[in-house]
Structure formats: C-alpha cells, structure tokens
C-alpha cells in the first residue's frame, strides 16, 4: 500500500476511443500469440480444454463458467493495480476498475436481495478468514460444523488457521447425518462462542439459517453463514435464504453461480448495525478484506464476477437452477434404487452423498475406476467414517455442471447408472475395475458428452 493523491479522471476523449471488442484481451487473437509464444502451455491448456469437454464432471464444489465470464478474467483488467475501494483507491488510473467494481457490487445485491457486498475476496475461505479476523482475537470461540461432518477447512478446522488460531468447537451430525439444531444450541450455551458458522461443504440437505440465528441471539454470537456450495439455490429461491438472518454471508463464486475463482461477502439487515469496534458490520467486513487479509484486488476476477453474477440474476438462472436440483434429485434416486446408501437417504440440494462403507468399497478407489471411465468425482468421509482422510468411505457427487450441460432429470440418472455400473463391476472385482466395463462406461460418457456439450466453448 502506497499513499497517492487522489487521481485526476481520465480525460474523456481518451475513455470515448473506438476499441473494438477484440481489444478486450488486448489482442484478439490473444490464444494464437500464445500458442506462438509457449506451444508447450498452449498444449498443456488444451488438454485441459479436452478433458473437460470429454468428461462427466461431477465433483459437487465444481461448476463451468460462461467463456463470457473466462474472457473477463483474461481481459486486460489484469493488468491493474488498485488497492482500496471504488471511489477510495491508493493508485491512480482506476476510473474504469471504479465503475467495474460498482457494477459488480450491484449485481451481487440484486442477484441476492443483500444491502451490501464486497466482491474483492481472492476466494471463499479468504473472504470466511476476513470474516474471522474481523469479528474474533486469537483464542476466541467459533462454534462450527465438524471438518469430519462436512465442515469447511475454514470452520474451525485444525488444519486451517480457523482451528490453530482461534478455539474451534465443532457441532456434529445425528447418527441420520442431520444437523441437531438442540444440540447446536446446547454448545452454544456451555462456550459462549463469538462466532457461529453456518454451512457445510459435504452436507445435501437445507440449513435452517433462521434457527442458527435465534441460537445465535440467544448466546450473543455472531452468525455467519457461508453458502459456497448452495448458492445458486439460494439466489434462485430453491433453498432458504441467509441473507436477512446471518450477520455476513460467504460464497466462492466458482462453484454454483458458475463464475470465476473468487469469493463475496453479502450483507443483509444487519449490514448498517454497528461493527464490533468502529463503524458498521459492513464497514468492518470491508476493512477485514482490504487492507487487514488482502492487498490489491484482482479487478479481472471481480469483472468475471459481476458477468456471472448478471447471470444469476437473469431470467435463464432459474431454469438452470431447477435443472441442477432435478438432476441431484434423479442421482439419489437412481443411486437408491441400485442399492447404494446415500446420507441422509437423498438430497434437497445438488449434492448426493454415498456411503461406501457397506459396499466394502473405499473412496479412493472408487475415485480412480470412475475416473478411468471419464467421470470425475470425488472422495468424501461421511458421518462416523473412521477411514483416513485420503482414502475416505464415501463419495461425494454433485449435478451443476451436468445441469449447465442441459442435462435433465433423465440424463443426470443416466449418469448415475452409469456410476453404479462402475461401482458394481468394481465390487465383483474386489477393487479392480474390468477392461471392457470400462470401455463399455467410457463409451456411454463421451455419448453423453458428444449430446450435451458445454455451452458455448464450441464454434
Ligand atoms: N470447499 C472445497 C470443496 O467443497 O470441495 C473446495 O471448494
């Protein structure tokens, strides 16, 4: 951080200059320099390209963004530096990076009813730590769901700064794999915490926000509810709101709202009470991103926000919303119906959860058979899973990129067979997946791939 004087506008005749779309990247043919420059990159990223066209991806805390929203974060923003806040910032040349931000706080309160929003955090456990900085002293109490449970790193684990910092109590699940609101609560009275925090990366049923808040007033914390994994429900009113109930609210924007790597804080009807020293919640928050957990914002990042953002909340969002909760909806009961035990025994979101257990089957191994065959999923402990943590009982699936596929209910429980399949020749060969059920399954996937292509990454 640097002290400047405010900088004077740009002049208009330079702002109002004809550039044409194609100098966006600064070069319109910005993917054939590269592959002039860096063949060896240009090869590496197109395989990436490839696999992902060519595969299944149902990893739940991933999504595929717009190339619309890819090109924002290609664009020439990348190129600035602009510490500090729209209106407030420590460098000069930052008028257009002004208007950028602006727009991309607006479109995060519209697309989420929220009276405030900060779109600089580099991701959601960035913005989560700022959260926690800001409202907790090294050694307080946060009060959050079990890492074990489908907790977040940042929920307190012992992993993260969370759990080494501050005095993380977790909250677990009923032997069901719910939430226990009473017992929630419970904890909350005998620790006194400062912080709860609500929301779970391995949890596929709805959270009850209003509940947590009135735990939350009843024992003097503070809420926040961090919806990375729902949001896009909560955006299209398929899951209940935090908004208005938790203090501040978290999301990364990669994973349901199909935008860039990158994290927002929103703000509710709290967001004008008074901060915990000076100023408002929100004043505190922003101060808690820049300059206390991060330095200059990443303005490309924020200019994909506000383009996916738009999207959510436009009139397709709802629809792609719908699909993706159907799809999650067929893969529990196509996963059910083989005979695999899901948590909970299904889902409310875009999330199935598989307990591997009973199957004799372990994460990892399940992992790799289904990526051989082009589906990608991903290990998951499930509630009293004792295996190690990088073996895991269970797998965790999720529908949003098979719905921004176009997939519906059928299609996303043709993929669920497909994954059963795998599951049960991987069983009968304790472990070792046979050669022609994976050719069989690998055949079914770049199918499925070829009749429901990404949008828009082909001409
Ligand atoms: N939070 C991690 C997950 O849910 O997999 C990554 O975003």
Do not use: W
Request: proline share 6%.
């Amino acid at each position: 951080m640097t002290t400047t004087l405010p900088a004077p506008p740009i002049a208009p005749a330079a702002v109002a200059r004809p550039y044409g779309p194609d100098l966006v990247t600064f070069a319109g043919s910005a993917a054939a320099r590269l592959r002039r420059a860096d063949a060896t990159l240009y090869d590496l990223l197109n395989r990436e390209a490839a696999r992902q066209h060519s595969t299944l991806m149902m990893v739940a805390a991933s999504s595929v963004a717009d190339p619309s929203v890819l090109a924002c974060g290609g664009s020439a923003l990348g190129n600035l530096t602009a510490e500090g806040y729209p209106g407030g910032r420590y460098h000069a040349g930052c008028s257009v990076a002004d208007d950028i931000e602006r727009l991309a706080i607006d479109r995060a309160k519209t697309a989420f009813g929220a009276q405030d929003a900060i779109v600089q955090p580099h991701s959601g456990s960035s913005a989560n730590l700022a959260v926690l900085t800001a409202l907790l002293a090294p050694g307080d109490t946060l009060l959050g769901l079990d890492l074990d449970c489908g907790g977040h790193l940042t929920h307190g684990s012992p992993a993260s700064v969370s759990g080494r910092y501050y005095n993380a109590v977790g909250y677990r699940l009923t032997r069901e794999g719910l939430l226990d609101y009473d017992r929630i609560r419970d904890l909350a009275l005998a620790h006194s915490p400062k912080l709860i925090v609500a929301g779970a990366s391995a949890y596929p049923r709805t959270i009850d926000f209003a509940r947590f808040r009135e735990i939350a007033d009843e024992t003097g914390a503070y809420l926040l509810a961090d919806i990375s994994h729902i949001a896009g429900l909560v955006a299209a009113g398929l899951h209940p709101s935090p908004i208005d109930h938790a203090h501040i609210t978290t999301t990364s924007t990669y994973k349901q709202l199909y935008g860039p790597r990158g994290g927002l804080i929103l703000l509710g009807r709290d967001a004008r009470s008074s901060g915990p020293e000076r100023g408002t919640l929100a004043s505190t928050m922003r101060r808690a991103v820049f300059p206390f957990t991060q330095g200059t914002p990443d303005l490309a990042s924020i200019a994909a926000k506000a383009r996916a953002l738009d999207f959510v909340a436009g009139p397709d969002f709802a629809e792609l919303a719908k699909r993706l909760a159907d799809g999650a909806h067929a893969i529990a009961e196509r996963l059910s119906a083989r005979g695999l035990p899901l948590v909970t025994g299904g889902t409310d979101t875009h999330m199935v959860l598989i307990d591997l257990r009973p199957t004799g089957l372990t994460g990892d191994v399940a992992e790799q058979a289904l990526e051989s065959c082009g589906i990608i999923v991903n290990r998951n402990r499930v509630p009293g899973d004792t295996t190690p943590v990088r073996t895991t009982g269970g797998l965790r699936l999720g529908s949003n990129t098979l719905a921004a596929r176009g997939m519906d209910r059928t299609a996303a429980g043709a993929c669920a067979d497909l994954v059963a399949d795998v599951l049960d020749a991987l069983r009968a060969g304790s472990g070792v997946l046979p050669p022609a059920v994976r050719s069989a399954a690998r055949a079914r996937v770049d199918e499925l791939c070829a009749r429901h292509p990404l949008p828009g990454y082909l001409a």
